[in-house]
């Protein structure tokens, strides 16, 4: 990988590598954009197949970090990192008190918190070498059921911009992913009356989720091609490309997975197709602004209302991808773009009135 290249292609800030052999600690910290505010974006636990890999992972997440907290209207920017390595392994504090130290040493340009493989126990780690951490316990904590609501609610927008109505009672919906945000995504689906089918590479995971909800499970590679309503993404990115949009028997697509389409083109190929698609980094935003409120210090409650204007971000998406007839995933672009754009463009004097 030519990675300057790389970073060129989608206007990153900034690239960290980093190192600590002692407790065979590896992670890349990715920033790419501080116009707004501060880099925020969580920390993945992955074992990735190749550096390549992880660091095409760390760019891409970063940079959908950016776009999503400009739809979100926070004063935030983008940034990520990943952890190479065993996400499994019971030997963590070492681990997380290294990448700790490397946010530290970013002096703020990054906050970091919890995302896949990683848990509020491990931002306590990280806390004890920074405090540019957020999801701590007795704070805003695990930020799953937010995000799975912002997640519901941008479901139901979708539906009311397909069908005319927002109910999702007898609906059936396809998760992918049996995770933290899958399983409160499919209770709060449950709860309304809709029909599960769900799917993860981890059994009991599946297990818990058709526990509380009745859903039905399916193999992993059988998911794509279930007759539902709505596919849910709710794992890991990527899932949407040429292999599996050709297998989807649905009209929505709106699911809690970061980078949901493997290449721009596939948001294009699903508008072909007639499959409404809501833009993951709008409606997976819940949990970025549940770690927000950790910072301004607002209540569950608060993340949870401020979570739920994620229905009127995306119905706007949906009116200007209609009114301007573009696929929604160019639309909401087109709407994080332009806050940036706006914001950089002040000059320094106006800055100073504003101080």
């Known amino acids: 990988m030519d990675l300057f290249a790389a970073m060129k292609q989608y206007e990153h800030e900034q690239v960290v590598f980093c190192h600590e052999p002692s407790c065979g600690y590896l992670g890349i910290i990715a920033i790419h954009d501080t116009t707004l505010g501060p880099a925020l974006g969580g920390t993945r636990f992955w074992s990735y197949a190749s550096s390549d ?22 004063n935030l920017g983008g940034g990520k990192s990943v952890i190479v390595g065993d996400n499994k392994r019971p030997d963590r504090e070492a681990i997380f008190r290294a990448h700790g130290r490397f946010v530290e040493s970013l002096g703020g340009r990054y906050i970091t918190a919890e995302d896949v493989g990683t848990t509020p126990a491990d931002m306590a780690f990280i806390h004890f ?8 316990f007795g704070l805003s904590g695990d930020p799953s059921p937010v995000t799975a609501h912002g997640v519901y609610v941008g479901m139901k927008a979708a539906a009311k911009a397909k069908w005319g109505s927002d109910g999702l009672a007898g609906k059936t919906v ?25 799917t993860d590479v981890d059994e009991a995971k599946v297990k818990r989720v058709a526990e509380a909800t009745g859903a039905r499970a399916v193999p992993a590679d059988a998911i794509y091609g279930q007759a539902a309503d709505i596919f849910a993404p709710c794992a890991l990115g990527a ?6 949009i050709p297998q989807l028997k649905v009209q929505i697509v709106a699911g809690g997975a970061n980078n949901q389409l493997a290449e721009e083109r596939h948001g294009d190929d699903l508008d072909r197709r007639g499959i409404l698609y809501a833009p993951d980094y ?8 549940n770690v927000y409120g950790e910072l301004n210090g607002w209540s569950k409650d608060q993340a ?31 709407m994080a773009e ?18």
């Not at 070498?129 to 701590?136: F, I, R």
């Not at 899932?239 to 599996?244: C, K, P, Q, S, Y």
């Not at 332009?338 to 101080?355: D, F, H, N, Q, T």
Request: charged residues 20%; proline residues 3%.
């Open 239 to 244: 899932i949407l490309n040429d292999a599996t």
């Open 282 to 289: 709008v409606g997976n935003g819940g949990g970025l602004i």
């Open 53 to 74: 890999e992880a660091v095409t992972d760390a760019l891409r997440l970063a940079r959908g970090m950016t776009y999503k907290a400009a739809v979100a209207g926070l």
């Open 338 to 355: 332009e806050r940036i754009a706006a914001v950089k463009g002040l000059s320094p004097m106006a800055y100073r009135r504003r101080s």
């Open 174 to 198: 396809a998760v992918q992913g049996c995770g933290s945000v899958g399983y409160w995504l499919s209770t709060y689906l449950h709860k309304e009356g809709a029909k599960l089918v769900v």
């Open 129 to 136: 070498e920074t405090n540019h951490v957020v999801g701590l």
């Open 304 to 334: 949870m209302k401020r979570a739920e204007g994620i229905y009127e971000s995306l119905a706007t998406v949906f009116r200007i991808a209609a009114r301007d007839r573009i696929p929604p995933h160019q639309a909401a672009d087109r």
